[in-house]
């Protein structure tokens, strides 16, 4: 752990999920598989197709429509359907096996296993802060075991534009009744995670897997989320 500004009393403790908790690459691999047997099952002309095709449709639906990047959940799902549609499957249907493939998706993207150690390390956090959530994905912490352990959880879209806009920090601070320098936010990402928690003036843990060299600065740095276990007092 690197230390390069000293916190200040903390309430709260806010958790990115993807990559900062788990591997998410391997998840997020199993899920485009899933959705991409869904859609060849119920649909047979997509059985030729890979995730680029379908990630080339998003971005073809980002360009027109910017603001749907921060609700990655309603985005697939308009691509998946755009999709289809260039596939030639009539509209009603396509939107019908959009969601089934959709589905198939979040399903598998949902199954997330944490190591015990992590899991033992947010309870013994738990004992002393609250925990929250705020994540830019779809993950889910009651499907993970957390929902005893974090008091809920934000994602973008439904709470706000995606990190690293205010928003989702601003709602937390607002539902936990505190000061956004009480909320000690931790993640893997510096632009989503660091800029965009200092910008709504938490205090930032950065889990930098990758020693990238940065010009603004976390409160601490980690290397390994385990390194967490520091905050805890006796």
Not at 44 to 49: I, V
Request: hydrophobic share 45%; proline share 4%; aromatic share 6%.
């Amino acid at each position: 752990m690197y230390i390069y500004k000293a916190l200040t009393p903390l309430q709260a403790l806010s958790f990115d999920l993807d990559d900062t908790l788990y591997d998410n690459a391997p998840v997020i691999a199993a899920a485009e598989q899933a959705m991409l047997s869904a859609l060849a099952a119920h649909a047979p002309q997509s059985s030729q197709t890979d995730s680029d095709f379908w990630w080339q449709h998003r971005l073809k639906l980002a360009k027109v429509e910017p603001e749907l990047r921060h609700d990655i959940g309603r985005w697939r799902l308009l691509g998946i359907e755009a999709g289809l549609l260039e596939l030639g499957i009539a509209r009603a249907e396509a939107k019908k096996v959009a969601q089934q493939g959709y589905d198939a998706f979040l399903d598998a993207r949902t199954r997330i296993s944490l190591s015990a150690e992590v899991k033992a390390l947010l309870a013994a956090l738990a004992r002393q802060y609250r925990l929250i959530a705020i994540t830019n994905g779809n993950a889910c912490i009651n499907k993970m075991g957390l929902g005893d352990l974090f008091e809920f959880s934000l994602q973008a879209g439904p709470d706000g534009k995606m990190k690293p806009y205010p928003d989702m920090f601003n709602v937390a601070a607002e539902r936990l009744k505190l000061a956004p320098s009480q909320i000690l936010h931790i993640g893997d990402s510096h632009r989503a995670d660091v800029m965009g928690a200092l910008a709504a003036g938490c205090q930032t843990a950065w889990l930098d897997h990758h020693q990238q060299v940065v010009n603004i600065l976390p409160h601490i740095r980690l290397t390994d989320v385990r390194q967490l276990g520091a905050l805890i007092t006796a």
